[in-house]
């Protein structure tokens, strides 16, 4: 029992010395507080709470009581006639003199109206602050469902809220979307499920959404084959000429360093040129080497050879003829058709936008594009080149009704690593700037990872709402504790210890952050990641020499 000056939590507390408890009591089965506020402080809060109460709540067949004082659980305390709700963020032994109590910091959430039997309308932030001295209760399933259940008509469920078994976890589509999210957990914690799971759930409540999934491993066609447009590099066709000059760059040059400056000096002169000869060049006046104008390989490949022509000294040919045969390389190349091929010379821009970006979505609101068939060294300038394209949009349709995009990017640690990685790629820059600017125009940024720690600086925080999922990694922990906005600190310490298909929820898109375990996906809308059973396949056996000749068929041929 802790000392209060001679008075223990369940003694006479209506003495004035206390502050009693109000005349609405919380409907729980335990009414009697379990601490009292320590101090009030804009650094942090404390509070003490008592040994012997918790250990009765903890024996409570409610399981939010039960989990009463825990770090990550939450407290009330009765301001007036408002709950203030607090969430636990540590506990250390009180030592002074000699009680047996515990210290706890708390970080307030918000509040709602004391009313007959409990609280209503609970909404973030605090009005007024208790004062030291003040009860502090513990928070029982009913509270919690009062603060979950505040649906809105952007509400999606996505799971059950810890400790409880019933109460739907629900996130605020709206809140998500307009800051951007980060879904980030070790390999195997069930990122990918728990995407596919969001987004269908985004996609059955907006069956008339814009969606575009950078699926870098070919997982997500089997989860949304009913309600995606699948594509990959067989039915992809991306014209080549929709790329920018930095695009074209990051394929087309080869060397290094100075040289490599001679080549790209060399690629914007003749590329220019290649693009003024379209059609449409002429009816637009003005063209630039980024403008999205249909060329001709072959017209850019002869406009080198005439450059090259106009040379007085032989020895300076070098940078034409690298440009010249690394086109040349990659017409030829099968890997590269579905970039490159003759089909893709036609303005095919406005059919190409419209069908990635779903306008009109016809019933499948998403487009999952698989880039695992991409040749690995142009990967990151495909998904640079639709990034940008979303991005373009957005800026190019200001003057039209707003029709937000949301561009979801798996293992997004690949396309914008940090600094520490290397250099700024054109996948890099657009992907940050989306980060940073992209809810100005409508555009929402779902980040996916495994390595939080290996993301730009900065582009975590750019995110409102992150989902954390188990991260063993302690410098990736540290790195969410540092995106996390301070109310969730109390659910940090959780982290390594969620079980697979758990998640902390903080920020914009949730009303308070909650530890949330994912409801069941049905197989069928399962993305195809499931974990080998090794001693299971190796138990079967059959058709091995065929599967093996089939196998080295579709590697030689590149085709699957
Ligand atoms: N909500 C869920 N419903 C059903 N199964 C799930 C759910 N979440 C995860 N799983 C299962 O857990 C396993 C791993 O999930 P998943 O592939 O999504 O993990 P991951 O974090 O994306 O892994 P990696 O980092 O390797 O991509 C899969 O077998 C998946 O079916
Ligand atoms: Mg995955």
Known sequence: ??????????????????????????????????????????????????????DECAISADAALALSGQVGSQVKILVGRRWLFANVRTQKHDRRGGSDGIVAHIDFLGE????????QGFRRGVTNYPVPGTFVYPVCTQDLREIYEGAGDDVIEIGTVYPTRDIRAPIHVDAMLGKHFALLGSTGTGKSTSAALILHRICDAAPEGH??????????????????????????QLPYWLMNFAEHCEILLSSQGEQRQMDAEILAKCLAQARAKHRLAGEMGRITVDSPIPYLLSDLSTIISNEMGKLEKATTTAPYVRLKTRLEELKQDVRYQFLFSGMLVGDTMTEFIGRIFRMPS???????????????????????????????????????????????????HRYVPSERNGEASSVGKILSRIAKEGRKYGVSLGLITQRPSDLAEGVLSQCGTIIAMRLNNERDQAFVKAAMPEGARGFLDVIPA???????????????????????LEPRRRPASADPSFT??????????EMVARTVQRWRGQGR
Request: aromatic share 4%; proline share 6%; glycine share 10%.
């Open 1 to 54: 029992m802790i000392d209060m000056g001679g008075q223990g939590l369940t003694g006479d507390i209506h003495d004035d010395t206390v502050h009693a408890p109000q005349p609405y009591d919380a409907p729980n089965p335990h009414p009697e507080p379990i601490g009292v506020v320590l101090e009030i402080a804009g650094s942090g809060s404390q509070i003490v709470l008592d040994r012997q109460r918790l």
């Open 112 to 119: 709602g109206e004391a009313a007959e039997g409990g609280m």
């Open 211 to 236: 969606i575009l999934m950078i699926d870098p491993h070919g997982e997500y066609s089997a989860a949304f084959r009913d309600t995606g447009l699948l594509l990959d590099v067989s039915n992809l």
């Open 362 to 412: 016809r019933g499948r609101p998403i487009s999952i594009i698989d880039v695992s068939g991409v040749p690995s060294e142009i990967t990151s300038t495909v998904v640079a080149v639709l990034s940008r394209l979303v991005f373009d949009f957005a800026i190019w349709s200001r003057s039209e009704r707003t029709r937000p995009i949301l561009l979801v990017c798996e293992e997004a």
């Open 498 to 520: 969620l079980r697979n298909r758990e998640c902390i929820i903080c920020g914009e898109g949730v009303s308070i952050p909650m530890r949330v375990s994912f409801d069941d």
């Open 536 to 545: 299971t396949l190796w138990r079967e056996t059959g058709g091995e020499e």
